[in-house]
């Protein structure tokens, strides 16, 4: 069973940069797909970027097209949600998730395709 940890979160200037990861302690990730997903309180989970178990299809939120990439390092066991230009509507709370594919080149923004999903880290742009 995937344990899944994000790190990396925090404040922010509008224009700056964060990144954050997401590594489960099994060193199983490599077999997964994972999503991003961001939240804002009171809203439902919206799916901002996933990247497939062979890291050959990546999938981005149109309101982050240019601005964020998911690369995974699988030696490393951890996927990241790199972060630029960030805006203050960008602000939210950001779990990664994890979900098993037929196939390797699969990932999804729907999120109840992902069974594991970590505790979420909190994403703040303010000046």
């Known amino acids: 069973q995937l344990q899944l940890v994000e790190s990396g979160g925090g404040l922010v200037q509008p224009g700056g940069s964060l990144r954050l990861s997401c590594a489960d302690s099994?060193?199983?990730?490599?077999?997964?797909?994972i999503g991003w997903f961001l939240q804002v309180s009171g809203k439902e989970r919206e799916g901002v970027s996933c990247?497939?178990?062979?890291?050959?299809?990546?999938n981005y939120a149109d309101s982050v097209k240019g601005r964020f990439t998911i690369p995974r390092d699988n030696a490393k066991n951890t996927v990241y949600l790199q972060m630029n230009s960030l805006k203050p509507e960008d602000t939210a709370v950001y779990s990664c998730?994890?979900?098993?594919?037929?196939?390797?080149?699969?990932?999804?923004?729907?999120?109840?395709?992902?069974?594991?999903w970590g505790q979420g880290t909190q994403v703040t742009v303010s000046s």
């Open positions: 990247i497939s178990s062979s890291g050959g299809r990546t």
């Open positions: 099994g060193f199983t990730l490599k077999y997964y797909a």
């Open positions: 998730a994890a979900m098993t594919s037929l196939v390797n080149f699969y990932c999804s923004f729907s999120p109840k395709e992902y069974k594991y």
